[in-house]
T-cell receptor, first 115, second 114 residues
Framework: AQTVTQSQPEMSVQEAETVTLSCTYDTSESDYYLFWYKQPPSRQMILVIRQEAYKQQNATENRFSVNFQKAAKSFSLKISDSQLGDAAMYFCAYRKYNQGGKLIFGQGTELSVKP | DAMVIQNPRYQVTQFGKPVTLSCSQTLNHNVMYWYQQKSSQAPKLLFHYYDKDFNNEADTPDNFQSRRPNTSFCFLDIRSPGLGDAAMYLC?????????????FGNGTRLTVT
């Protein structure tokens, strides 16, 4: 069975600085998708960034980028120029390539941003 | 704006008293999901609908049921809520079940059981 592990329950970053959130996963599949979701306090969960396992190039969305290491089964999220609005719970998630694959979440990392 | 709407935001029910949570979507997505998220934990998939096809997770208690009367609406019924069912319930949609089709979440309904 696939599992997703986020080893950092809490992280803190100074405003305008860079922070990296860690995620590792376990799977025997070769094709799959990885996601980072953001869940601000009392607000809806939204997609931050996604990565296809068959793509070697790391995904980037503005200030958010990933470091995808397929052999190591690692998928970290880097947030550059951190802003107060980045404070949230961040979930790493895995999904199988084929239809029917459910989204499997990690335990989450709570990120606080200090002004 | 197209979105996923959950009502109510907060729901209080008594131990053993049936409760229904609702979700609607204007995205016209094929798939609708229900997740249970307990405090400081990862969301856990309860079940999903692909169109009218219901798919239950193996470890979802029988106490939890769902209905999808049409594309836009999906309901979560808890037949006899226990104290352990207090949680945030998240509804989500996606265009397709797998692959790169991202999930779109509602704001959630926080259920309290007294």
């Amino acid at each position: 069975a696939q599992t997703v592990t986020q080893s950092q329950p809490e992280m803190s970053v100074q405003e305008a600085e860079t922070v990296t959130l860690s995620c590792t996963y376990d799977t025997s599949e070769s094709d799959y998708y990885l996601f980072w979701y953001k869940q601000p306090p009392s607000r809806q969960m939204i997609l931050v960034i996604r990565q296809e396992a068959y793509k070697q190039q790391n995904a980037t969305e503005n200030r958010f980028s990933v470091n995808f290491q397929k052999a190591a089964k690692s998928f970290s999220l880097k947030i550059s120029d951190s802003q107060l609005g980045d404070a949230a719970m961040y979930f790493c998630a895995y999904r199988k390539y084929n239809q029917g694959g459910k989204l499997i979440f990690g335990q989450g990392t709570e990120l606080s941003v200090k002004p | 704006d197209a979105m996923v709407i959950q009502n109510p935001r907060y729901q209080v029910t008594q131990f053993g008293k049936p409760v229904t949570l609702s979700c609607s979507q204007t995205l016209n997505h094929n798939v609708m999901y229900w997740y249970q998220q307990k405090s400081s934990q990862a969301p856990k998939l309860l079940f999903h609908y692909y169109d009218k096809d219901f798919n239950n997770e193996a470890d979802t208690p029988d106490n939890f049921q769902s209905r999808r009367p049409n594309t836009s609406f999906c309901f979560l019924d808890i037949r006899s809520p226990g104290l352990g069912d207090a949680a945030m319930y998240l509804c989500a949609t996606s265009r397709e079940r797998g692959g790169n089709s991202p999930l779109h979440f509602g704001n959630g309904t926080r259920l309290t059981v007294t």
